[in-house]
């Protein structure tokens, strides 16, 4: 049985992603227009039937703009956040499409297994996601000011991780961002750079060697591009003579286009 993911959008305007199985279907984050999110379905052949569960990582605007437009165009879709966050959420949802889950804890949607775990950014509980599935696993982590070393033992496993690298310190420093934009941002609450986006992968591919997938995301569009992106994690990689090839592929999750749908 496959295991499918696809970003439809990764970035500070906007984030969503797809992952299923041949039987289940669930979105992370609904931060871009609904008609968006419906055209990317079309587009990787999946039903809006097939869309079981939409899974909230916080409640900033980026993440969950199309909830009533999803929720009303897909009946049977339920939204899961965990309580904190549901009380921030000012977008309607109907009260029987709402779901809770509590942070750490596993819990099914189909045959996938759904894990969510913490991570650091101004919000009332924001968490990344692990979906699995017969051993196979993807993790979503961004929005998150630092990388902690229980975030490390979550996603040094994962076959496909989309990390956060949403800026070039240098850029953010000299752009054109206010002060305190900036030092929120730059802050153990803020974003992840593309330094310590690479710093990340040295330490889970340092400590866990195996192939896998990387796909950098939630690039700022002000203060990061994907050649910078890329070249500063590929430069930090190589200088812990890590780089890479079959066992290790990294790409870039666009801001405003769809990835490649990727079948583990």
Known sequence: MSLKFCSFASGSSGNCYLIKSDETAVLIDAGISGKKILEGLDRTDTPREMISAILVTHEHIDHVKSLPVLTKRIPDVSVYANEATWEQIERPVPDEQKEVFTTGEEFRIGDLTIRSFPVSHDAAEPVGFSVL???????????????SDEIVAEISDADLLLLEANHEKEMLLFGKYPYPLKQRILGDEGHLSNLHCGECLCRIINGNPKRRQVLLGHLSHENNTPEVAMQAIINTLEEERIFTGDELQIEVAMRDQMSDVYEL
């Open 133 to 147: 599935l017969d051993g196979r696993k993807i993790s979503v982590c961004t929005d998150a000011g630092y990388i």
